[in-house]
């Protein structure tokens, strides 16, 4: 059984940083791609970021990339999502997810169908 929990969500002010943990179960993280994806409230779920298997990272250019970046702790089957100068377009819940074991094209990377397991969310809200 493959397990995801996210945490480290938050309140924060506009301008300020946040790290969100998502901690796996049941595989080991460096054989899959650790996608994340947020979804604002009425809103469709988006691409955030990815870090592949090899460790590069991709983003979601419209928003993450320059102030997002994406580390993993193999030893501690966890990734991380650091998030700088916080919009309040970046509230939203914050998903992890793995996809199934094997190569992913980068392409691939910011599509839900490609991943297998999702955690629960963690809620991030950013205040004007």
């Known amino acids: 059984q493959v397990q995801l929990v996210e945490s480290g969500g938050g309140l924060v002010q506009a301008g300020g940083s946040l790290r969100l943990s998502c901690v796996v179960s049941?595989?080991?993280?460096?054989?899959?791609?650790m996608g994340w994806f947020r979804q604002a409230s009425g809103k469709e779920r988006t691409f955030v970021g990815a870090i592949a298997r090899t460790g590069g990272t991709t983003f979601n250019s419209d928003s993450a990339k320059g102030r997002f970046t994406i580390v993993r702790d193999i030893s501690m089957d966890t990734v991380y999502l650091q998030m700088n100068s916080l919009e309040p377009e970046d509230t939203a819940v914050y998903y992890c997810?793995?996809?199934?074991?094997?190569?992913?094209?980068?392409?691939?990377?910011?599509?839900?169908?490609?991943?297998?397991?999702w955690g629960q969310g963690t809620q991030v809200t950013v205040s004007s």
């Open positions: 997810a793995t996809s199934r074991p094997g190569y992913v094209a980068r392409q691939a990377m910011g599509v839900t169908t490609t991943y297998e397991y």
């Open positions: 049941g595989r080991t993280i460096s054989t899959s791609t």
